[in-house]
């Protein structure tokens, strides 16, 4: 009987074994693309996987069948193991295109959240900024609306969060919302106030405003006092959008600071 040599694939490199009763070879990476897919099939020819003590993978051919038949079917495991192999680059292609534009949707996505937060804290803080120098005193928690308009403008601290743009936001609709009682309070109330001539109660509101540059925080008889500042600048604001009301409103202020400031006595 001849001898039965070992297949010709994957690269392996066979050395003859107990005078042709096994052959040796290093196992190669093509090795064991055919292995993962064909090991039983393999297995049946005779070809096996051996861990020698150094740890190193070797392949072991004992011959079983006539090498014609051996080389034929391994032959056909190679071309099995090809075909899957490019259909498992191909699935990872596939796989990694979707990777791929998931990624994108998340960044793009990612991005888009990031830019609608940056506007609306820049619409916030602008319709924050609007609110503070149409109304003046008359925010509401003004204090806390300047706080954070500061903590926006200081590139060394923290940009404001979530709830803090919420807060602003909810400031600058609470003062609307005053200044429209306020107004509802001016057309329903009767109090006529001083009777000077309108165009000097406009004057008087204008005057005391710009005079009121510390937001009436010091007692120092000028501009608007405390009490006052707030309604003070509403009427100022007020003279550009409902001058009929700011006039009104104005007659019950002004006459305190007629001597004082304005240099005319309250009639």
Same mark, same amino acid.
């Given at each position: 009987? &001849? =001898?039965?040599?070992?297949?010709?694939?994957?690269? %392996?490199?066979?050395?003859?074994?107990?005078?042709?009763?096994?052959?040796?070879?290093?196992?190669?990476?093509?090795?064991?693309?055919?292995?993962r897919i064909a090991r039983n099939s393999l297995f049946r020819l005779g070809i096996k996987t051996a861990?020698?003590?150094?740890?190193?993978?070797?392949?072991?051919?004992?011959? $079983?069948?006539?090498?014609?038949?051996?080389?034929? =079917?391994?032959?056909?495991?190679?071309?099995? &193991?090809?075909?899957?192999?490019?259909?498992?680059?191909?699935?990872?292609?596939?796989?990694?295109?979707?990777?791929?534009?998931?990624?994108?949707?998340?960044?793009?996505?990612? =991005?888009? &959240?990031?830019?609608?937060?940056?506007?609306?804290?820049?619409?916030?803080? $602008?319709?924050?900024?609007?609110?503070?120098?149409?109304?003046?005193?008359?925010?509401?928690?003004?204090?806390?609306?300047?706080?954070?308009?500061?903590?926006?403008?200081?590139?060394?601290?923290?940009?404001?969060?979530?709830?803090?743009?919420?807060?602003?936001?909810?400031?600058?609709? =609470?003062?609307?919302? $005053?200044?429209?009682?306020?107004?509802?309070?001016?057309?329903?109330?009767?109090?006529?106030?001083?009777?000077?001539?309108?165009?000097?109660?406009?004057?008087?509101?204008? $005057?005391?405003?710009?005079?009121?540059?510390?937001?009436?925080?010091?007692?120092?008889?000028?501009?608007?006092?405390?009490?006052? &500042?707030?309604?003070?600048?509403?009427?100022?604001?007020?003279?550009?959008?409902d001058r009929a009301a700011a006039v009104k409103v104005g007659r019950w202020l002004v006459g305190k600071y007629g001597v004082?400031? %304005?240099?005319?006595?309250?009639?």
């Amino acid at each position: 009987m &001849s =001898q039965i040599l070992p297949p010709s694939f994957a690269e %392996l490199s066979w050395t003859c074994i107990d005078s042709g009763r096994e052959y040796h070879s290093p196992a190669t990476e093509q090795f064991w693309d055919v292995y993962r897919i064909a090991r039983n099939s393999l297995f049946r020819l005779g070809i096996k996987t051996a861990k020698a003590d150094d740890e190193v993978w070797s392949v072991v051919f004992t011959p $079983k069948y006539s090498q014609r038949d051996v080389q034929l =079917q391994v032959d056909l495991l190679v071309l099995e &193991s090809q075909d899957a192999a490019a259909a498992r680059a191909e699935r990872e292609r596939i796989a990694q295109e979707a990777r791929e534009r998931m990624e994108a949707q998340r960044e793009q996505a990612k =991005q888009e &959240s990031i830019a609608k937060a940056k506007a609306m804290v820049e619409d916030a803080v $602008k319709a924050a900024r609007d609110c503070e120098r149409k109304w003046g005193e008359f925010c509401v928690r003004k204090s806390a609306l300047r706080s954070l308009l500061a903590q926006h403008d200081d590139p060394d601290r923290d940009g404001l969060t979530h709830p803090q743009v919420m807060l602003l936001k909810d400031l600058v609709q =609470q003062t609307e919302a $005053k200044s429209r009682e306020m107004l509802r309070r001016a057309q329903r109330e009767y109090n006529p106030g001083v009777d000077w001539p309108e165009i000097e109660v406009i004057e008087a509101i204008k $005057k005391l405003t710009g005079r009121d540059s510390d937001r009436a925080t010091i007692d120092n008889g000028i501009g608007w006092n405390k009490p006052d &500042s707030p309604t003070g600048h509403w009427c100022a604001a007020m003279l550009d959008i409902d001058r009929a009301a700011a006039v009104k409103v104005g007659r019950w202020l002004v006459g305190k600071y007629g001597v004082s400031q %304005l240099g005319r006595e309250a009639a």
